[in-house]
């Protein structure tokens, strides 16, 4: 199995906990974008675990995503395991050409249409394009305009925080589609569920090659238990504001300036990345770093019983 | 979402219900080869909720699968969401060409070649072929030297009944990929659990196209949990063998004759199948019958509290 660190996206804790100790249970992991309060996972029916995900759950599931996303009609939908299963296949679409991903942002896209045979660019005429928006760990937001090639990829894994930014009008435009992350606002990335809305073509023939029962039993019940659920999400959006007003209060005190990024993650300028990683992982709390900007380090937030340890490892 | 009922592989429960009447949850479903006293889901760890899969568990559960089905040495494996993922990608693991699939068998395979433009034949020189082993629905084996083409695949998704019978001595012959289920043995087919083992350079490409974390943090806990219980195994294997003896018992004195299958479901001949399935729905009871044969019944055995419903509809 691929190993979850070879690229950089975080979860790289348990690497951090051989080479700086402790137990892996004691670590803070503030290396990725996760909700560290997740929505609760609520009873299962039995059938879930044992029977195979029936065409109900799959349907209760889509139109629940449907309504909290306010899909267009003509747009179709599909679930995923992980907005990731879909990065993955979304470079066998569309012939072989160049794609235009602009950096720097995640690293998974580029990897993903290298492996697949595209020559990946920064800008000018290309046959794709992918837009992180927001974009990470920046936080930039691209308008509508930016995003109209022939194949068109929106990833909107971190855009449930700024819903009134999402360019979901666009799912309708022929070529497009647009990636949801459930694992990452609602702070269940273990349960491995996102979803791909857009062109009715391209979500079918991504369907096909996820297989007939992509998402499992607990994922369909606990997705549509949490998209039906308005209530959580706004006051979530809410509490991840005030969270990462206070971190950047707590790191600028600490030296760091704050570039920008959301309320899932922070990213700050420091004279030496690697060093403030490294003087936190002493602490043992993991942090992200970038190879292409020595001076970058980025946050998630922490848990409500994390942040006096990120306290006094700053002191 | 492609409709899991679109092929008759069994799940069409809802529909049943939707025309025969009665509550789903009252339905009996034996259209499926499901173990239907599953393994009990152990307590989780939050993080197997909260947090993406990590390295450390996806190691557990690889090295538990390599030991439970005595992986050899020279092959590797890759955890997957369902052996149906992985069908749904093994035909892009080879340039198109020509797959033999004898029939009957499991549909799937032959609809996922079929779909990425190979040619699907019965015999002869192929640059492909899969062998469902033991075969679903008549529960045929297959002797190791009829799997030798340049791409194998041995599909032992229902193997787990008769270990002795496994062609894994096989998975480091060049070209050759061994499917495992874990819902169907250990009755959790919700969890989306499967396994792909073999040819290391074609376990690789698949790992690459499912993406970096295809399998839950729950499956990775549950299958780790289950792949360690030999007891459980084994004593299951015992119930299953009594119990498939008991519907073959309860078949045979209703006028039906056993044609083979396996003790997670049984293959009958009947006069007129169809009339046999609508008898047994009318009693909220679904199995499955075959578009190619009209006089093949199958059926998946009940739980312990399904067999006396199941004794007074065959009355």
Redesign the interface.
Known sequence: ?????Q?D???G???AAARFGGQ?SEWI?LS?G?NPA?YN?PALPA??????????A?TAL?AAARAFWQVPEGAAI??V??A??????IP?LAPKGRVRIPSPTYN?HAA?FA?NGWQVVEAGETDAAVHVHPNNPDGRLWPATETTTPLSIIDESFCDITPSATLMAQATTPGTLILKSF?KFW??????LGFVIGDPALVARL?????????????LHIGAAALRDETWAEATRARLATDATRLDTMMTEAGAQTVGGTSLFRLYEVDDALAWQTRLAEHHIWTRIFPYNPRWLRLGLPAPDGWARLEQALA
């Open positions: 199995m691929q190993q979850p660190d690229r996206h975080g979860g804790v348990d690497a892996r992991d990725t996760i997740p996972v059938g879930a675990w044992t029977a195979l995900p029936d065409a109900a799959q889509l599909l679930a395991p992980g990731s299963s879909a990065i993955a296949r066998a998974e993903s492996e694992g702070g269940l990335a273990g349960l491995r369907g096909q090659m996820l297989g007939p029962w992509p998402v499992s039993g607990p994922a």
